[in-house]
Each structure stands twice: as C-alpha cells, then as structure tokens.
C-alpha cells in the first residue's frame, strides 16, 4: 500500500509566506507525475501546480509567480513553496502523485490534505 502525508499547513497572514511538503511511503518502485491541488468550501478541487519526473512544472494562472513547486525523488517528497499569500489562497491543499507498486501498476493516490488559511 502506498500512503501520501501532507504538512506544513496552517494560519497566516496576508503576504507571508508557507510551505507544504508531502511524502509519499509504501511499496513504490516509481513516482511518475505529482501535482497539487485545493479545495476551497463550495468549490470544486483545482490543480494548482504539477511538476512531472523530469521536472517540468506547470502552474494556474491565480499563483503564477507566486508558488513553485518542486520534488525530491530520492525522499519520494514534492514541494510547494507559497510566497504572497492572499486570503483567497485559503483552502485544503492535497498533494497526488502517479505511483507504480512493487505489484507494476499504475495508480493515481492521494494525500489526506492540509488546511491553508489566509487571513487580511
């Protein structure tokens, strides 16, 4: 079985600054694609920023220049630094990553999430 734990999480204020970080354990032979995403109440889960196994990235346009991610294949960890938060960055953040097993399958998984709020 393969787990992804978010942290890093928590409260701050306007214009500061967090960082999320997610590990992926379990019986994993390789990490493919890792991205991640939030939830807002009453909104629908977004991506909001990938980075595949060689490390291109890709961002929404709402943290373009503001957020980047990154990963650490020898920890099975993917990062997301946010800088300049604003209140409307508030959300449960969730980290996913395409992960083969020791059994060669594929499959999508998905971390428990981590609160992020932004107050003015």
């Known amino acids: 079985q393969v787990q992804l734990v978010e942290s890093g999480g928590g409260l701050v204020q306007a214009g500061r600054s967090l960082r999320l970080s997610c590990a992926a354990s379990?019986?994993?032979?390789?990490?493919?694609?890792m991205g991640w995403y939030r939830q807002a109440p009453g909104n629908e889960r977004e991506l909001v920023a990938g980075?595949?196994?060689?490390?291109?990235?890709s961002y929404a346009d709402s943290v373009k220049g503001r957020f980047t991610i990154s990963r650490d294949n020898a920890k099975n960890t993917v990062n997301l630094q946010m800088n300049s938060l604003k209140p409307e960055d508030t959300a449960v953040y969730y980290c996913?990553?395409?992960?083969?097993?020791?059994?060669?399958?594929?499959?999508?998984?998905w971390g428990q999430g981590t609160q992020v709020t932004v107050s003015s």
């Open positions: 379990g019986s994993i032979l390789s990490i493919d694609n």
């Open positions: 980075i595949t196994s060689g490390g291109s990235t």
């Open positions: 996913n990553a395409l992960i083969i097993t020791s059994d060669l399958k594929w499959q999508g998984y």
